[in-house]
């Protein structure tokens, strides 16, 4: 299992695990709770949505170490019932000096694609992210 390079807490309390994070590339895995699961027994879109943004993100920023990523747009399409345990796999299409754009999806435990994403992702420098702002300069 490797490290997403940040505190992400939210994708903690998920349980997203991080399995591939290079070349543009990305795979989480990530085994729905029952507080998960909407009123059919299957993951609740939100969560399959988030678990879509983290692995798009995730292959955007993973050759970029000095940046982290926001999202600025990302368009989810369901398929099928995400059932079990998951697979997201990502995939960086392009990327400029500011911005990528990725595709992504999530099988089923049969290998069932349920779902895909495509997003839009703004690279913004560290400090930025992190609430810390360079300093100003003063006369």
Not at 15 to 29: A, V
Not at 112 to 119: P, V
């Amino acid at each position: 299992m490797l490290n997403f390079r940040a505190d992400i807490p939210f994708v903690n309390l998920l349980g997203f695990t991080l399995h591939r994070m290079e070349n543009g590339e990305s795979e989480l895995h990530y085994t729905p709770k029952p507080e998960h699961l909407n009123s059919h027994g299957v993951t609740h879109g939100g969560a399959s949505m988030t678990l879509l943004d983290v692995a798009l993100s995730v292959a955007a920023r993973s050759d970029v170490e000095d940046h982290g990523i926001v999202t600025i747009e990302m368009k989810s399409t369901f398929m099928a019932p995400a059932k079990g345990p998951l697979v997201a796999k990502a995939r960086r299409l392009r990327r400029t000096k500011s911005m990528a754009f990725v595709e992504g999806w999530i099988y089923d435990a049969e290998g069932e694609l349920c779902t895909m994403a495509t997003g839009t992702f703004r690279y913004v420098p560290r400090n930025k992210l992190d609430g810390k702002q360079a300093p100003v300069a003063t006369d």
